[in-house]
């Protein structure tokens, strides 16, 4: 095993101990030390009480913030890095399953693991002395396997949070949860109604980012797509009865966000919401052929509340909505279509691409003897579209030679205004030379004069 916690932390650790005290360093950062895994966050268990820590780096020149106090925590600065000192502690009868009624602090290091999640997180390290492992996570460690300290019910019904967490761990680290640990969560899913919708967001989040294939089904499997998501298990099963789809509405979108590996989580929460619209839009032809108009739309729709519920930022919901809006937009080889393309996104290319990076995935989801010509209409576009960008080949409204005081000036009045500044700046779109006053104002006494 490599040590590759850095020497200032090595140092914070050291302070205690010459100071008469036990400490450890514990959670995620020996576990991520044991994978051989960079980490940024550091936390250290120890005897010491909290007013006892504080004095002791105070005196030593620390920056000290007394963030969780009253549950025995305590942070300090290392070179502007948070480093978070708990002391060993026993939580009592959590009263919501979330929080614990009351917090005694122990002498004992076992007891304080024994608190604890996951057996991978119940490991201490003293870099002099080594592991102090009294549940064998290093082993889970090395067998890829996410364990629970103790019996696993009891510990998601002390802390419902817990569930996402084992969960969240199995997409970012590639591990399996253990019988026990998977079937506490099928039974007791339902009390994640106690966590926040903030809390239940992060971890989803996070999972979401930890890439792992068929993570959508995973969720399924494990009861708690709903929790997340109400309704979104409705997908499963729902055939796609066009020859343009093989797989059912939830697999085609858990095989697309298995495409999105390396996207960024808008894309990702985009791919998740853009086709759930579908079975309220579908429709029949004569020939059983499923049709699915204004899809995007209701999808749009449902992904504003969906995130809405979970408390996402209006940015991110504004993207992501975005995104799905334009997820079936047709795109041509054509830098007059794309150029109506980047306009739908203000003109913004890295949004312009990643919505492209979205169809991508998607069409990869779909029947390939359908959109093999597609994706390769897709990646001509996107090589396309990054000329453009450093040609700068885009047009704005405000870019147009006439504005609405020269409508005003032709004649036009009210809502009319806007309708003929749309239209003209579409026809310009399709060839920028044309946007010259004296050009836009015989095409607009052509096409539009003529009908005051």
């Given at each position: 095993?490599?040590?590759?916690?850095?020497?200032?932390?090595?140092?914070?650790?050291?302070?205690?101990?010459?100071?008469g005290?036990?400490?450890?360093?514990?959670?995620g950062?020996?576990?991520?030390?044991?994978?051989?895994?960079?980490?940024?966050?550091?936390?250290?268990?120890?005897?010491?009480?909290?007013?006892e820590?504080?004095?002791?780096?105070?005196?030593?020149?620390?920056?000290?913030?007394?963030?969780?106090?009253?549950?025995?925590?305590?942070?300090?600065l290392?070179?502007k890095?948070?480093?978070?000192?708990?002391?060993?502690?026993?939580?009592?009868?959590?009263?919501?399953?979330?929080?614990?009624?009351?917090?005694?602090?122990?002498?004992?290091?076992?007891?304080?693991?024994?608190?604890?999640?996951?057996?991978?997180?119940?490991?201490?390290?003293?870099?002099?002395?080594?592991?102090?492992?009294p549940?064998?996570?290093?082993?889970?460690?090395?067998?890829k396997?996410?364990?629970?300290?103790?019996?696993?019910t009891?510990?998601?019904?002390?802390?419902?949070?817990?569930?996402?967490?084992?969960?969240?761990?199995?997409?970012?680290?590639?591990?399996?949860?253990?019988?026990?640990?998977?079937k506490?969560?099928?039974?007791?899913?339902?009390l994640l109604h106690?966590?926040?919708k903030?809390?239940?967001?992060?971890?989803?989040?996070?999972?979401?980012m930890g890439?792992?294939?068929?993570?959508?089904?995973?969720?399924?499997?494990?009861?708690?797509l709903?929790?997340?998501?109400p309704?979104?298990s409705?997908?499963y099963?729902?055939e796609?009865?066009?020859p343009?789809?093989?797989?059912?509405?939830?697999?085609?979108?858990d095989?697309?966000?298995?495409?999105?590996?390396?996207?960024?989580?808008?894309?990702?929460?985009?791919?998740?919401?853009?086709?759930?619209?579908?079975?309220?839009?579908?429709?029949?032809d004569?020939n059983?052929?499923?049709?699915?108009k204004?899809?995007?739309y209701v999808s749009?729709?449902?992904?504003?509340?969906?995130?809405?519920?979970?408390?996402?930022?209006?940015k991110?919901?504004?993207?992501v909505?975005l995104?799905?809006?334009?997820?079936?937009?047709?795109?041509?080889?054509?830098?007059?279509?794309?150029?109506?393309f980047?306009?739908?996104?203000?003109?913004?290319?890295?949004?312009?691409?990643?919505?492209?990076?979205?169809?991508?995935?998607?069409?990869?989801?779909?029947?390939?003897?359908?959109?093999?010509?597609?994706?390769?209409?897709?990646?001509?576009?996107?090589r396309?579209?990054?000329?453009?960008?450093?040609?700068?080949?885009?047009?704005?409204?405000?870019?147009?030679?006439?504005?609405?005081?020269?409508?005003?000036?032709?004649?036009?009045?009210?809502?009319?205004?806007?309708?003929?500044?749309?239209?003209?700046?579409?026809?310009?779109?399709?060839e920028?030379?044309?946007?010259?006053?004296d050009?836009?104002?015989?095409?607009?006494e052509?096409?539009?004069?003529?009908r005051?």
């Amino acid at each position: 095993m490599k040590n590759n916690i850095p020497p200032s932390m090595i140092k914070i650790l050291t302070i205690l101990k010459e100071a008469g005290y036990e400490a450890y360093f514990v959670g995620g950062c020996v576990r991520d030390m044991l994978m051989q895994r960079k980490t940024h966050d550091y936390d250290i268990t120890t005897n010491a009480l909290p007013q006892e820590t504080m004095q002791i780096f105070a005196a030593k020149g620390y920056q000290v913030i007394p963030t969780g106090i009253k549950h025995g925590t305590i942070t300090v600065l290392v070179n502007k890095e948070p480093v978070e000192i708990t002391t060993y502690r026993i939580e009592q009868t959590y009263h919501d399953h979330r929080h614990p009624s009351a917090i005694i602090f122990t002498k004992d290091l076992k007891e304080d693991l024994k608190r604890r999640d996951f057996t991978m997180n119940a490991i201490a390290y003293d870099p002099t002395y080594g592991l102090y492992d009294p549940f064998h996570g290093a082993q889970d460690i090395a067998q890829k396997r996410i364990r629970c300290v103790g019996d696993a019910t009891t510990r998601f019904q002390e802390d419902a949070l817990r569930m996402l967490r084992a969960l969240r761990f199995s997409c970012v680290l590639d591990f399996t949860l253990d019988k026990a640990c998977g079937k506490a969560i099928q039974q007791n899913h339902n009390l994640l109604h106690y966590v926040s919708k903030e809390r239940i967001r992060e971890e989803f989040n996070r999972l979401l980012m930890g890439e792992k294939a068929n993570t959508l089904q995973l969720l399924y499997d494990f009861h708690v797509l709903d929790e997340i998501l109400p309704g979104y298990s409705a997908l499963y099963g729902h055939e796609q009865k066009t020859p343009w789809h093989i797989y059912d509405v939830f697999q085609h979108t858990d095989i697309a966000l298995n495409h999105t590996k390396g996207y960024p989580l808008e894309s990702k929460l985009a791919i998740i919401f853009h086709d759930w619209g579908k079975p309220a839009c579908e429709s029949f032809d004569d020939n059983g052929i499923a049709h699915y108009k204004k899809h995007a739309y209701v999808s749009e729709q449902i992904a504003y509340e969906q995130m809405k519920a979970l408390k996402y930022d209006n940015k991110t919901i504004e993207t992501v909505c975005l995104f799905i809006r334009y997820h079936d937009y047709y795109v041509h080889e054509k830098r007059s279509t794309l150029r109506r393309f980047v306009a739908h996104f203000h003109n913004d290319f890295t949004l312009a691409k990643q919505a492209l990076d979205i169809q991508l995935a998607d069409d990869m989801a779909k029947n390939r003897t359908k959109s093999d010509e597609k994706i390769v209409i897709i990646k001509n576009c996107q090589r396309l579209l990054s000329i453009m960008e450093k040609e700068k080949d885009m047009l704005s409204m405000k870019d147009l030679a006439i504005n609405g005081h020269d409508l005003i000036q032709l004649g036009f009045q009210g809502k009319a205004i806007g309708d003929v500044l749309k239209a003209v700046y579409e026809w310009v779109l399709e060839e920028p030379s044309r946007n010259e006053k004296d050009i836009l104002e015989r095409y607009i006494e052509t096409e539009f004069l003529t009908r005051l």
